[in-house]
């Protein structure tokens, strides 16, 4: 199993216990892709654009997981 995780902005003080990386980290899941929070890729995404087009953080992000992927894919 891989998790590509993301930043997410909590509405509330608790969201998770453990942070996703440490759980992951915990049980040995390899995490291939980090993605940052960015307004600019929130709005986009809201308008059904996608966020590979308005972020270069995004971009380089999903080359990186996509590359990683093809390769554990052989």
């Known amino acids: 199993m ?3 995780l993301r930043r997410v902005l909590p509405k509330f003080k608790y969201v998770f216990v ?6 992951c980290r915990r ?15 929130a709005e986009a995404y809201a308008s059904g654009i996608p966020p590979y087009l ?3 953080a ?7 997981l996509w590359a990683e ?3 554990r894919s052989r």
């Open 18 to 23: 453990v942070p996703a990386e440490e759980l």
């Open 58 to 64: 995004w971009r380089s992000a999903m080359d990186a």
């Open 69 to 71: 992927l093809k390769e």
């Open 54 to 56: 308005v972020d270069e």
């Open 27 to 41: 049980r040995n899941i390899p995490v291939v892709a980090r993605f940052p929070f960015s307004r600019a890729v």
């Open 2 to 4: 891989t998790v590509a």
